[in-house]
């Protein structure tokens, strides 16, 4: 399985973009498919997961700016970001678990910088 993640760039504070992830590969027994993002000297944390069932988890740092979909057709994640903020600057990553003979297995995509400038 592999994913390639792409829509990252230079945006200005309160700007938007638009972040997608594509699997490929033997894509089945998907579990969930998310987002994390890691700043300079910080954790890799969770920005926003969604469940094969449509249910959704984000960050409270990013409700109500930020909306994770699925295109289960195109096994492609999207990450619509809105009203930036010089915080949300970090390598973005995504993720999806896929459930098979009872073990979960991680796999995670290259990263996309975004970079929000003030």
């Known amino acids: 399985v592999q994913l390639q993640a792409s829509g990252g760039g230079l945006v200005q504070v309160g700007g938007s973009l638009r972040l997608s992830c594509a699997a490929s590969?033997?894509?089945?027994?998907?579990?969930?498919m998310g987002w994390y993002r890691q700043a300079p000297t910080k954790q890799r944390e969770l920005v926003a997961t969604?469940?094969?069932?449509?249910?959704?988890n984000y960050a409270d740092s990013v409700k109500g700016r930020f909306t994770i979909s699925r295109d289960n057709a195109k096994n492609t994640v999207y990450l619509q970001m809105s009203s930036l903020k010089p915080e949300d600057t970090a390598v973005y990553y995504c993720?999806?678990?896929?459930?098979?003979?009872?073990?979960?297995?991680?796999?995670w995509g290259q990263g996309t910088q975004v970079t929000v400038s003030s």
């Open positions: 993720k999806t678990a896929l459930w098979r003979g009872g073990i979960f297995y991680d796999y």
């Open positions: 590969g033997s894509v089945f027994g998907v579990a969930s």
């Open positions: 969604m469940g094969s069932g449509g249910g959704t």
